[in-house]
């Protein structure tokens, strides 16, 4: 059973860079496709981007693209999200996910969640 | 990019009786290749991630009560729960996969009568 598991800082600096990583068990990174998710307080599910193994493919979403970079490290089967010059509305909780391949693109695990609030 | 809305925002259902929940996407997102629609279905429970349902518009994830079933083709598409169960309460979205960026419907919320 794939097992996905989000951690890092749960509270930034508007300016500053969120980091999170994604560890993953139960199954390679270097196959299917890794998202990153998330999901402002009570509010619905905005993809953020995906990285395909190890990075032949990335695609971002393009509200956010000019901010985030998706990495992945097979060596730790983990993959990360950078999002830059935070504010107050990057706030929300994030979710990892996996989708199956570049045509089913639904999300069929995911993390339990992280939530990072953007605050001074 | 392609818009999704859901209808409607909130429904409150009693037990046992059925529950729709409807979705409609701002393009196509049947693949006309395979005569198949990226369109997913996820219930989302307080404090937790949400949970994949349904997948290419009608076919049910492993382990998925079959209460659960979807429906629908091209730009119009139906989430149904037969009978409905205290368990279900939960928010309910929808996802197209058919091109990036991915977008979900903004989200329905199903509560008990």
């Known amino acids: 059973q794939v097992q996905l598991q989000e951690s890092g800082p749960g509270l930034v600096k508007p300016s500053e860079t969120l980091s999170l990583t994604c560890t993953v068990s139960g199954g390679s990174i270097s196959t299917y496709y890794w998202s990153w998710i998330r999901q402002p307080p009570g509010k619905g599910l905005e993809w953020i981007g995906y990285i395909y193994s190890s990075g032949r493919s990335i695609n971002y979403n393009p509200t956010l693209k000019s901010r985030v970079t998706i990495l992945a490290d097979t060596s730790k089967n983990e993959f990360s999200l950078k999002l830059d010059s935070v504010t107050a509305a990057d706030t929300a909780v994030y979710y990892c996910?996996?989708?199956?391949?570049?045509?089913?693109?639904?999300?069929?695990?995911w993390g339990q969640g992280t939530l990072v609030t953007v605050s001074s | 990019d392609i818009v999704m809305t859901q209808s409607p925002d909130s429904l409150v259902v009693s037990l046992g009786e059925r529950a729709t929940i409807n979705c409609k996407s701002s393009q196509n997102v049947l693949y006309s290749s395979n005569n198949k629609n990226y369109l997913a279905w996820y219930q989302q429970k307080p404090g937790q991630s949400p949970k994949l349902l349904i997948y290419r518009a009608s076919t049910r994830e492993s382990g998925v009560p079959d209460r659960f079933s979807g429906s629908g083709s091209g730009t119009d598409f139906t989430l149904t729960i037969s009978s409905l169960r205290a368990e279900d309460v939960a928010v309910y979205y929808c996802q197209q996969y058919y091109s990036p960026p991915y977008s979900f419907g903004q989200g329905t919320k199903l509560e008990i009568k």
């Open positions: 996910a996996r989708a199956l391949d570049g045509f089913d693109y639904y999300f069929d695990f």
